[in-house]
């Protein structure tokens, strides 16, 4: 599913024109992004939490060459469904 499918699905639902609908999507994702951004966790009721975590700097190695390289210390996102979304998916 696209972004613009989702834009269809809730002019769809909420009875809107598209153009509004564009907008409260758009609305939607610029909080979800600003948040995460920020380092803050999104929990969605029912949903999920979205969750900006910390990898700390590690060894690795470079598959083609066997080098060893120092891979840097990132943010990474991780998504965590809740019970309800589990249950919903696996049709209980």
Do not use: Y
Not at 4 to 22: L, N, R, T, Y
Not at 27 to 54: A, M, P, R
Not at 58 to 85: C, H, M, V, W, Y
């Amino acid at each position: 599913m696209t972004k613009a499918d989702i834009v269809e699905k809730v002019a769809e639902k909420c009875g809107i024109s598209k153009k509004d609908s564009i907008d409260m999507v758009e609305s939607v994702f610029s909080v979800l992004k600003t948040t995460l951004e920020n380092g803050e966790d999104i929990k969605i009721s029912g949903f999920g939490k979205f969750e900006v975590k910390n990898k700390h700097e590690r060894k690795g190695r470079n598959p083609q060459t066997g080098e060893s390289i120092i891979i840097d210390a990132r943010r990474i996102l991780s998504f965590k469904p809740s019970t309800i979304l589990k249950e919903s998916i696996n049709g209980k």
